[in-house]
């Protein structure tokens, strides 16, 4: 089945620096969603891509689609302790279910 | 955004016991909800795919026998975990869409399963 590989595992910044993670897929991609979770917590939907090449912002957020949608990241700009969390991209299939990948999870020192 | 209630958030129990778990949409209907599993650390795994009406979808791997899903209206789905044993501990989480194609999902809190 699809699957996506989703790297690091884990990230440790200093408060202000930056941070991205990667997802990558063996097979084109119709879209790619992004959640956040936060420790204790439940995903929560942060934005569907869904054109080649797309980029999209969200304050300090900057999400990208690979030309060829076989590949996401997620950059965050500048850190702060609230971006804290397991960042999950998840790609969904012709059925409607949605596949997470492994995570990467944030760790921010003030 | 639209809101989905799941409960119990926690539930201790003794090896052998069920439990169950409800799944609510609120304020929409859902045509489809799926319900994950999720270790420490770990990413969310699929379990079932409930469609109201029908017969959940299982992914290869989950015991259907084990994990009885009903989907039985629009707003509720239900996770009875049967004859729990410790290693079924984990952090169960159900999700609602409106449509079944590339839709967003909500999530509820989820219920942490402890079994004794």
């Known amino acids: 089945g699809q699957q996506v590989m989703q790297i690091p595992q884990y990230q440790h910044v200093q408060e202000g620096e930056d941070f991205t993670t990667y997802c990558n897929s063996s097979?084109?991609?119709?879209?790619i969603q992004w959640y956040k979770q936060r420790p204790g917590g439940h995903p929560v939907f942060l934005i569907q891509?869904?054109?080649?090449?797309e980029v999209k912002k969200q304050k300090r957020l900057t999400f990208q689609f690979g030309e060829a949608k076989k590949n996401s990241s997620l950059h965050i700009t500048a850190t702060q302790t609230t971006d804290v969390g397991t960042y999950f991209c998840?790609?969904?299939?012709?059925?409607?279910?949605?596949?997470f990948g492994q995570g990467t999870t944030l760790q921010v020192k003030p | 955004g639209a809101v989905v209630s799941q409960h119990p958030s926690w539930v201790i129990c003794k090896s052998g016991t069920s439990v169950k778990i409800e799944c609510r949409s609120l304020?929409?209907?859902?045509?489809?909800m799926f319900w994950y599993r999720q270790f420490p650390k770990q990413s969310l795994m699929l379990m079932a795919t409930?469609?109201?009406?029908?017969?959940?979808?299982?992914e290869q791997g989950v015991e259907k026998d084990k994990f009885l899903i009903n989907h039985a209206s629009l707003t509720l789905s239900t996770l009875t975990v049967t004859s729990a044993h410790p290693e079924d501990s984990s952090f169960y989480i159900c999700?609602?869409?409106?449509?079944?194609?590339?839709?967003?999902?909500?999530f509820g809190s989820g219920t942490q399963l402890s079994v004794l």
């Open positions: 999700s609602a869409t409106r449509t079944v194609l590339n839709e967003k999902l909500f």
């Open positions: 097979t084109t991609l119709s879209n």
């Open positions: 891509l869904v054109k080649s090449g």
């Open positions: 998840a790609l969904s299939s012709n059925t409607g279910k949605l596949i």
């Open positions: 304020d929409f209907q859902a045509t489809t």
């Open positions: 409930s469609n109201e009406g029908s017969k959940a979808t299982y």
